[in-house]
């Protein structure tokens, strides 16, 4: 149980253009999930936290109007890399939150890897 | 601020030789300190969730330790399909989201 999916796994793009990745709780309805992206031999950094229904909490440094994040169902959220850049390419992950005992546990999706030209 | 702190960076054993992954932590109130196991170029696998000091928890040739300082992974007889990224993370209390650690990246040798 407690499987996250997210589509696409990789995607290349030309720069100046718009990218939507979108991540699945697939046997669970997720409360909350999150946005992380991961450079190389890094660790992971939260971009943003995502409740069904309400706007995106965005850490800061993030640029809200670049990184578009929608939660439109209690299993689905997406993120829009808007007007991409080469310094945009990087590995973003997906987590949500599903009920482990008494505390909910972050299961995190495979990645999208994406590269921007 | 949460800080989480894990030794060593990069770790080199010989298949069945035995060792321990240490990640120390400060946090304002631990509501829960998670392991996770991360392959090259794919999200973080769930490992161990442990709350409060003198937890234990096991899973096949891993265990996870906790004080109030401090989180071990202790890796018994492990194999060359244990070699990954091991990341520690805390989640402080009235929080959900996670503080992540570097890693340690394990490489087992047959």
């Known amino acids: 149980g407690a499987v996250v999916s997210q589509h696409p796994s990789w995607v290349i793009c030309k720069s100046g253009t718009s990218v939507k990745i979108e991540c699945r709780s697939l046997d669970f309805q997720a409360t909350t999930m999150f946005w992380y992206r991961q450079f190389p031999k890094q660790s992971l950094m939260l971009m943003a936290t995502s409740n069904e229904g309400s706007k995106a909490t965005y850490e800061q440094g993030v640029e809200k109007d670049k990184f578009l994040i929608n939660h439109a169902s209690l299993t689905l959220s997406t993120l829009t890399v808007t007007s991409a850049h080469p310094e945009d390419s990087s590995f973003y992950i997906c987590s949500a939150t599903a009920p482990l005992g008494r505390q909910e546990t972050q299961y995190f999706g495979p990645g999208t890897r994406l590269l921007v030209l | 601020e949460d800080q989480v702190t894990q030794s060593p960076e990069a770790l080199r054993l010989q298949e069945g030789e035995s060792s321990s992954l240490n990640c120390s932590y400060t946090?304002?109130?631990?509501?829960?300190l998670f392991w996770y196991r991360q392959d090259p170029g794919k999200g973080p696998e769930f490992l161990f969730t442990l709350y409060s000091a003198g937890e234990e928890k096991e899973k096949e040739r891993l265990k996870a330790t906790l004080t109030k300082k401090e989180s071990f992974l202790h890796i018994t007889a492990p194999k060359p399909e244990d070699s990954a990224t091991y990341l520690c993370?805390?989640?402080?209390?009235?929080?959900?989201?996670?503080?992540f650690g570097k890693g340690t990246m394990l490489l087992v040798s047959p």
């Open positions: 993370a805390v989640q402080a209390t009235g929080y959900s989201t996670l503080t």
């Open positions: 946090v304002s109130g631990l509501r829960g």
